[in-house]
């Protein structure tokens, strides 16, 4: 794995080496004239069918390792922000030295084929992307994507940062301005990653924290925590004078305090003052706290066209290493907030430092798959004006990047030695899971979505039986070695829990800030088989159609060379065998053990032939698949129907990602029947991911072990699938037949004064008189005989946590006492306040806000039904040891008696109940999660705390050669745009 990540990090090295030659060479021309690829405009034609300017013909082909999408392995092309000039001299430069990269961005995929995106984000806004690609507009015509946005992008741009933003909230703010300054702070918030810490003050005569639970402290800048403050910020309004007096010298305090507790970036400190004004420089403040090392800087947003105090803001800024931008209007809000990276990544450039960096997990749309969206994480690195003269400014060109798929980390990892229950994980220096099988960053509600913090799932809230962090603070520590605790690990779509003791063993992956783990189960998930048979019988027995391997494994690594991407583990394998691909590159410890499994497994092919041979054309065909899977991923299939009269026409396909192997776990069958006694069966019907759960098919399974015993290696699982009605017809045929001489029951299921069941070990019923309750948990059935199962301990309840639930919000109702003032009145309030905003909407818009996608899609975003929440929620367990168990319930006016029976060789139960005993008064069992509500005093407490992370090693926040003189100046409106809207006011007010 760290050979695979260093492969990575040196391909990215070479593209900052060549971006910094191809920039000393170059000299800027203002009036440089070149036609490049433009993203958006390739292979674009007008009405005359002539190419677009910048729109040239770009050969674009379908390539299955960038999943079939057109692209140009050749040559690499430009994205531009739909709100910046595409021939703006800065970026026809850039995007003309940048040009250069396309040879290495070639020659980095030639050496690693495994590559996908390389990319070099400007610090202009331009975007240059390998392979090329067509991008396009949404329905509103906007790409709103800007590559200085990106985490990459300014986490290798900057050092982790310690921040408090000031917000004024006088009586001036009033109307768009104090909307322009919400604005400025969300942004503000976009660009502060996982390593930043930060707090929101607003003030007027008095100071109001935006959180008052956070007074006098900092905050770590994760997505819930931003989240939360983004829900505070529309909470605020102006009124009164502003003190910005009070506001400097609290946020001074807070930083310093802050610094001295060792919890924060112990880096760059900032303080963000958005404000329309200031009436005084404050320097008595600033000599006091920040002179004469200037170690927090200063940034300063004029908010609104006025620049009568612009003077003293600029002054601010340049004072204390700063910048200082005017904000008119919403389209000026992105821009203007992104200046103040380029000024904190001026140290790190003058120290000519380029720190490599990888992102934590994300989730990329581009190259969605079959089993939907894809998890990367980027490394990246920064690119410096290397030019003499500008040494001194700290001048960044950009980063450069590429993207890594989660799923390629996996493939180091060989899953056979792992166990049927093991798993590998990996973490960021902050706790946050990069890969982990119980990690869930999608959810349904209607189609699959993203959980707005999956991001930063924390290793705790998926190992939550470590209740002390033993495990995650090791391994946030970097350190190697091993740690042991029972878990209780939920299957089946967390209706079903196996408890198990694991043993984790860890270590740091050098070169990236990530740790590796690594589970075991005890048992016989620690130990392994090893068979030993010739390459010609194995591949024999290999060449049967039936035998299928676990494409998610890596047998053979077939990312080396392009000619190989096409093929899959089992061809690869054959070909590997066979000689002739010497270049294949494969595991041969793996495929010495699937030959073996290939030679042993073989003979069931007969069995299952002579079976289907030996059934007539008018027998039941109840069974109609069977199957076997082996410890090293190899599968046999045999149906006994055809493929279209199948009941369940997913099962065993590649979408049904529960029952295949797949990089992060063995089938549900194998797994649940390796906790069985050896030489019995689990069955259990399947639940579906809607909220009916009705199933038409049973599955059972058994695992074949060397030895009778717990501590014998499980080497595979066999099954069948049945339809239900036959599994059922079956079972009550068996439920009529008793051992007494005549063959008649005292007692029989058809008897209308009993009830009977037929459950699984989870309390899950197979079989009931009433069809509807196939797949409901028995205590929703029947809750009086279930408790009570659970008193006597025949059941036994577990109790499980759900971190990365989403729930229903409750939104609190906006109705007030307004709506009870009289229509009329109302109304003329309604139109005199629309008036007003309106005239000054128009007087300060500016019209590029039209292709500001961003805030106009915030504007229109509907609100969330569902948000992050933590559930508990039960889950039911039977003790082995039952076997026949006879129970009565005193109800409120009778008794209600039951039995409880074993099937043997199973993990069911038979339990007939009396009927006639209702039993209305105990209520029945529910597994239905429970949202976890924590108190106003709780939800404090967990905001403040901040478990333990590791800060990144590297930092430059501040250098004594850096020119501090670039500290900003006012924008305005152009002079057409306002000349446009002079117009379109005399027009409204004509008329």
Known sequence: MEEMFHKKSEAVRRLVEAAEEAHLKHEFDADLQYEYFNAVLINERDKDGNFLELGKEFILAPNDHFNNLPVNISLSDVQVPTNMYNKDPAIVNGVYWSESLNKVFVDNFDRD???????????????????????????????????????????????????????????????????????????????????????????????????????????????????????????????????????????????????????????????????????????????????????????????????????????????????????????????NVMEYLHVLSRPKVIDQE??????????????????????????????????????????????????????????????????????????????????????????????????????????????????????????????????SMEVKKTVDKGKRVLVMTNDYYYTDIKGTPFSLGVALSRGHGKYFFRGNVTVEEGLHDLEHPDVSLADEWSYCNTDLHPEHRHLSQLEAIKLYLKGKEPLLQCDKELIQEVLFDAVVSAPIEAYWTSLALNKSENSDKGVEVAFLGTRTGLSRINLFVGAEQLTNQDFLKAGDKENIF???????????????????????????????????????????????????????????????????????????????????????????????????????????????????????????????????????????????????????????AHGLLDPYNAFLSAVKWIMTELVLFLVEFNLCSWWQSDVTAAAQK??????????????????????????????????????????????????VVDSSCLCESVAPITMAPIEIRYNESLKCERLKAQKIRRRPESCHGFHPEENARECGGACSLQAEAALLLLSLLSILFSR
């Open 113 to 335: 084929p495994s590559l996908i995106w390389q990319y070099f984000g400007s610090a202009k806004g331009f975007f240059r992307q390998y392979p090329g690609i067509k991008w396009e507009p949404d329905e509103n015509g906007v790409i709103a994507f800007d590559c200085r946005n990106r985490k990459w992008y300014i986490q290798a741009a900057t050092s982790p940062k310690d921040v408090v933003i000031l917000v004024d909230v006088s009586g001036s703010m009033k109307g768009l301005r104090l909307t322009i300054a919400k604005q400025t702070v969300s942004s503000i918030l976009d660009t502060l990653g996982d390593d930043d810490f930060f707090n929101i003050i607003a003030y007027n005569e008095e100071l109001h924290y935006v959180e008052p639970c956070l007074n006098g402290t900092l905050v770590q800048a994760d997505r819930t925590n931003k989240e939360h403050f983004r829900e505070h910020l529309d909470k605020l309004f102006a009124k009164g004078i502003g003190m910005l007096d009070i506001a400097l010298n609290e946020a001074f305090n807070i930083l310093s305090d802050f610094n001295h507790t060792g919890q924060g970036s112990i880096c760059s400190q900032a303080l963000m003052l958005i404000t329309d004004g200031a009436v005084d420089t404050y320097d008595a403040i600033f000599a006091k706290h920040n002179w004469p090392d200037r170690k927090v800087r200063i940034f300063t947003y004029l908010i609104g066209r006025e620049a009568a105090f612009a003077d003293n803001l600029k002054w601010m800024a340049c004072a204390n290493k700063g910048f200082f931008t005017q904000i008119s209007t919403l389209a000026d809000v992105q821009e």
């Open 354 to 483: 380029h720190d490599v960096v990888w992102t934590e997990a994300y989730i990329d749309s581009t190259l969605a798959d079959d089993q939907g969206l894809v998890l990367m994480t980027t490394v990246a690195m920064p690119v410096f004006s290397k030019q003499n003269e500008t040494r001194s400014k700290g001048i960044l060109l950009g980063v450069v990047g590429t993207d890594v798929p989660v799923k390629e980390l996996l493939k180091t990892i060989p899953k056979y030695k792992l166990g049927i229950h093991g798993y590998a994980f990996a973490i960021t220096n902050n706790g946050y899971i990069l890969t982990h099988p119980e990690l869930r960053p999608l959810y349904e509600e209607g189609k699959k979505r993203r959980k707005p913090n999956y991001s930063s799932v924390d290793l705790s809230e998926v190992e939550w039986e470590d209740r002390d962090d033993v495990l995650r603070n090791a391994m946030v520590n970097r350190k190697t070695g091993k740690f």
């Open 662 to 816: 797949n990089a992060d776990h063995f089938p549900l069958w194998y797994r649940r029947a390796a906790e069985q006694i050896p030489g019995s069966f689990v069955y259990s019907i399947p639940f579906s991911t809607g909220t009916v759960n009705k199933s038409n098919v049973v599955t059972a399974s058994t695992s074949i072990q060397l030895l009778d015993e717990r501590k014998s290696p499980v080497v595979a699982a066999v099954g069948i699938q049945m339809k239900l009605e036959f599994f059922q017809r079956k079972f009550w045929t068996a439920s009529r037949q008793c051992a007494a001489l005549d063959g008649k029951c005292s007692i029989s299921c058809d008897d209308e004064t009993v009830n009977c069941y037929l459950i699984d070990n989870n309390g899950f019923i197979l079989v009931s008189e009433d069809y509807t309750q196939t797949g409901d948990f028995f205590g929703e059935v029947e809750g009086a005989v279930m408790n009570k199962l659970l008193t006597m301990g025949s059941f036994k309840r577990i109790t499980l946590y759900d971190y990365q639930a989403m729930c229903r919000a409750n939104k609190e109702s906006s109705d007030s």
């Open 862 to 911: 509907l609100k969330q039904t569902v948000e992050p929440c933590d559930t508990e929620y039960p889950a039911f367990v039977s003790e082995r040891t039952i076997k026949e168990t006879t129970g009565n319930i005193a109800c409120e006016d009778c008794s209600k008696s039951f039995v409880i029976q074993q099937i043997p060789s199973s993990n069911l139960f038979m339990v």
